[in-house]
């Protein structure tokens, strides 16, 4: 007698379908059926996959990357709020700014226009070595798995949600897994599809990782460290800080490696002005080290 063969499903490719989707695909509406029919699972089953393996639910999913997309528009462009609204998928400027006000706690119109005078420091000139906390501390090298990503920044989340699939799938997600990212190109000298970045998650030292995860380190050298708080898009300005008023001010000489960040808290549960990013920027291996 002859026994069928069992049916093996790839539930990463399939949920990794499902999350490229989302972040290509904001601007039209998406619904559970049509994600399970992407997912090519069944629609009593797929959307508990993907909440055991990702950790939140694909409504949360799209809300957060519709917002988070939201407020990388109104930060770094001049398009109009209905513009912004229509590309990240709502069908009017009314529900959208709704739904930004309920995460962000203002308007979009008015968090644009104050954004500014929240910033820490006002004038780069006459505070060069004030303004974010900068440390010099010897970091040590993080092995992370991860994906490419390339294009605009403010989408790298693309990249750390097919890792997370990948990683949790593999079984090497653990409650201390460390969230990074490494980019390899200024975003202000390269058009946005021309931009490289790498999306990791902590990995034990020399854990054995599948396709398409892919294998890189960060770290091992000195850095300055600039602790920051709060939305994603307004890092660009201490990005400017950084290297056009601290860097200068101090003479510090740069390592031949891109400047990487850390991800200290997550935009699942937390409020966009309560996140905490450390920005590393390596140092020259002869930088003094400050003890502690």
């Not at 854990?207 to 890092?235: D, H, K, W």
């Amino acid at each position: 007698m002859t026994h069928p063969q069992p049916q093996w499903t790839d539930y990463r490719a399939q949920l990794t379908r499902v999350t490229a989707h989302i972040h290509d695909r904001l601007a039209d509406p998406l619904d559970f059926n049509e994600l399970a029919l992407v997912a090519d699972l069944s629609p009593y089953h797929w959307h508990r996959i993907y909440h055991a393996l990702i950790g939140e639910t694909v409504a949360a999913t799209v809300r957060r990357v519709r917002l988070h997309r939201a407020s990388g528009y109104l930060a770094q462009t001049a398009l109009t709020v209905t513009e912004i609204a229509r590309r990240c998928g709502y069908p009017n400027a009314q529900s959208f700014t709704r739904a930004f006000r309920q995460t962000f706690g203002q308007s979009p119109q008015i968090w644009r226009e104050t954004r500014a005078d929240a910033l820490p420091w006002q004038n780069t000139a006459a505070q060069t070595t004030s303004g974010w906390p900068v440390e010099i501390r010897q970091v040590p090298a993080v092995e992370l798995a991860g994906m490419a990503h390339r294009g605009s920044y403010m989408r790298v989340g693309k990249a750390f949600e097919t890792a997370q699939i990948h990683l949790a799938a593999q079984g090497l997600m653990r409650p201390d897994t460390r969230w990074l990212a490494q980019y390899l190109d200024d975003p202000f000298a390269y058009p946005e599809a021309q931009l490289n970045s790498r999306a990791g998650l902590s990995i034990s030292p020399g854990a054995e990782i599948e396709p398409p995860l892919q294998r890189f380190t960060v770290g091992g050298t000195p850095c300055a460290v600039l602790r920051y708080q709060g939305p994603y898009p307004n890092m660009r300005d201490a990005y400017q800080w950084l290297y056009g008023a601290w860097l200068v001010a101090t003479g510090h000489a740069l390592a031949d490696q891109p400047v990487f960040e850390e991800y200290l808290n997550s935009p699942r549960d937390t409020a966009p002005a309560d996140l905490l990013t450390d920005i590393f920027l390596p140092l020259a291996a002869s930088t003094a080290v400050k003890p502690g």
